[in-house]
């Protein structure tokens, strides 16, 4: 069964700053990478998809794939406080296809 | 912009009580999916369908039934609900594997 972790936990950082978040995956045979966004218990709304290694950019966000490693990374570019929230990692994989989500890294963004 | 939309919002209910979920989706999505959101367990699939009439079963299924009317509606039926339920519970849609959209999510709270 697919595991997916990401790493930290939670994250401070000062408004400018790059922000970097990690999600690892235990498939090598996934093929479809995706960052939501979770603000306070709301929605989730996707940021960047990614399927093939390298990386995807997508405004202010970018997602690096390796899958060689097994990693997957976001990184966010001048991040505002707007830019609070939940950030989860979905990967797709396996024979079934099945989409997986880790837990979630909590950004906090300070002014 | 695709369009989920569940209800109630909200909803509080005693134990042993029948609590249905509704979920609508405009977007002409095949799947649709029903989550759980706990802290410490981030997003778990309870049940999700390809088409009116389908279901499938997802991660954490018992004490949930499911059940798709039309490629539209998509309900979630708790028949005895136990205090382990309570919970944040989304629903999305999706094209196949593509991104998934979400709802705003129900929370139920169950004394």
């Known amino acids: 069964q697919q595991k997916v972790q990401q790493s930290p936990e939670s994250l401070t950082v000062s408004e400018g700053a790059m922000a970097s978040l990690n999600c690892t995956f235990s498939d090598g045979t996934s093929n479809n990478f995706r960052w939501y966004r979770q603000h306070s218990a709301k929605g989730l709304e996707v940021l960047v998809s990614i399927f093939s290694d390298g990386e995807k950019e997508e405004g202010r966000f970018t997602a690096h794939l390796n899958r060689a490693n097994l990693h997957v990374s976001l990184h966010i570019r001048e991040p505002q406080p707007s830019d609070s929230a939940v950030y989860l990692c979905a990967v797709t994989g396996g024979s079934n296809a099945k989409l997986t989500f880790g837990k979630g890294t909590k950004l906090s963004v300070k002014s | 912009e695709a369009a989920v939309t569940q209800s109630p919002r909200n909803k509080v209910t005693v134990t042993g009580g029948n609590v249905t979920l509704s979920c609508r989706q405009t977007?002409?999505?095949?799947?649709m999916y029903w989550y759980r959101q706990d802290t410490g367990h981030g997003l778990r699939l309870i049940h999700y369908s390809y088409g009116a009439g389908n279901l499938q079963i997802g991660d954490v299924p018992d004490g949930y039934k499911a059940t798709r009317t039309t490629q539209e509606d998509f309900f979630l039926l708790l028949e005895l609900a136990s205090p382990s339920q309570t919970s944040l519970y989304f629903c999305?849609?999706?094209?196949?594997?593509?991104?998934?959209?979400f709802g705003h999510g129900t929370k139920l709270s169950v004394l």
């Open positions: 977007n002409s999505h095949n799947y």
């Open positions: 999305a849609s999706s094209l196949g594997n593509e991104r998934l959209f």
